[in-house]
């Protein structure tokens, strides 16, 4: 009893506040970004790194690595960001949290990530921005890690995968809301598919169309 109670009382809470971020602030996505990465690196075993409820952080690329016995609480919500020319813009494009070499993280705090991806998808579908494609961000990247659990959050519109694991192991996710718009999918879709008809006139046949909806994406190397 002794020793739990020492251990609580040595474990800190980094809030994101702190280290810079700024709420509702749509200008403020590298900001934020940079505040969540420097709140990540500063964590210790124990501890707690907050994003608080009733706030909305504009957030970019955030990366995390060799994190031991961390608690990611995200109580608010997270808008990331959607301006396409934001992001790197080549083969190696980033995803929206990247966390590589980390054991025993918790990601959860009930609050929402919404990845705003419909300029993504429109990219994508179009072919209006180069290299797009396969090339968008995941909302959570997580890489040679182990001993994870994420739970009680809300996931939307990936600009594509929302959760993508490469080689880690005994993962537990739980109590995750996936939600994708799929009718601003199938309008997009429409829209190209009736620009290629009156490109290459009526007799083509009809595009076949793949709607994700609400759900979760577990995707393991081998399986790729």
Known sequence: MILLRTIALLAATHDIDTFGARDSDPSATMVNAAALTAALAAAQSGDTVLAKAGKIYYMNHVTASQLRGVIIHIEGTVL?????????NDTTRQNWFEMVDSVNVTIGGGGTVDGQGMPWWDASITGSIKGVGENR?????????????IENLTLLNSPRFHIHFSQCARVVVRHVTIRVDRFAQRSLKAKAHTKRLAAVGPHVAPLAETIAHRCLHLIAPECA
């Open 80 to 88: 990331v960001d959607d301006n396409i020319t934001a992001w790197v």
């Open 137 to 149: 961000p995941h909302l959570l990247q997580l890489t040679n890690s182990t001993e994870l659990i």
